[in-house]
């Protein structure tokens, strides 16, 4: 009973380990660090956050992907910026706050457009294809959540490209990090049996 119980957990852990290793290869082509090196594209979609951590401070994962988006702004590399996330709760509004903030940073409000059913990376990337009507356009986000957003929209036929914001000490965020592992067999899991963004809607057309 312990020898398949030893067993059962080696083959859950390496199957985590290989389709960990097999998005990451697949989609390092299409990753870029710097503003200079990418090409442009219409439209970026910046992937939600929350603004803060439990503990009341800043979130630096979401500080660094309003910068990357600024910052690809700033460089003429995207016209025009999708801002997807949770809007599950009348006090959760993580697009209006990401609006705001960037309204803050100097992007103009009529660059941004607000995708308040972006409950996860799935429905972000879906629904800028069939709600906003975008099919080649980049994904901001850090590097390990755009390669797991590459893989999804490689498989829904998207032509995507992502710019990758500068990335969070693993000091201060394991469990981000441990927690995307599992969400990289999900995701897997999701499209293998076709999973459809929890709302779709009438078509938004960016321009």
């Not at 119980?5 to 859950?12: A, D, G, L, N, V």
Request: charged share 25%; proline share 2%; net charge positive.
């Amino acid at each position: 009973m312990l020898k398949k119980f030893i067993k059962s957990i080696i083959i859950i852990v390496l199957t985590i380990i290989l389709n960990d290793l097999f998005i990451s290869h697949s989609t390092q082509v299409q990753t870029f660090t710097t503003a200079s090196s990418i090409p442009v594209k219409k439209v970026g979609l910046l992937l939600g956050t929350s603004k803060y951590t439990v503990n009341g401070e800043v979130n630096l994962f979401y500080k660094y992907r309003l910068q990357a988006a600024k910052d690809l702004y700033d460089n003429d590399k995207v016209e025009f910026l999708i801002l997807s996330g949770d809007n599950s709760t009348q006090n959760y509004n993580e697009p209006y706050t990401m609006q705001q903030d960037l309204l803050e940073l100097g992007v103009p409000e009529e660059k941004l457009f607000l995708d308040h059913a972006g409950f996860r990376t799935l429905d972000s990337v879906v629904r800028a294809s069939k709600v906003f009507d975008e099919d080649d356009f980049t994904i901001i986000s850090q590097n390990f959540h755009n390669q797991r957003a590459l893989f999804i929209a490689n498989n829904k036929n998207i032509q995507a490209i992502a710019f990758n914001a500068k990335d969070v000490p693993k000091d201060v965020s394991l469990r981000v990090f441990l927690r995307e592992k599992l969400a990289r067999v999900k995701t897997v899991i999701d499209l293998f049996f076709k999973v459809e963004p929890k709302f779709l809607g009438e078509k938004i057309l960016i321009k």
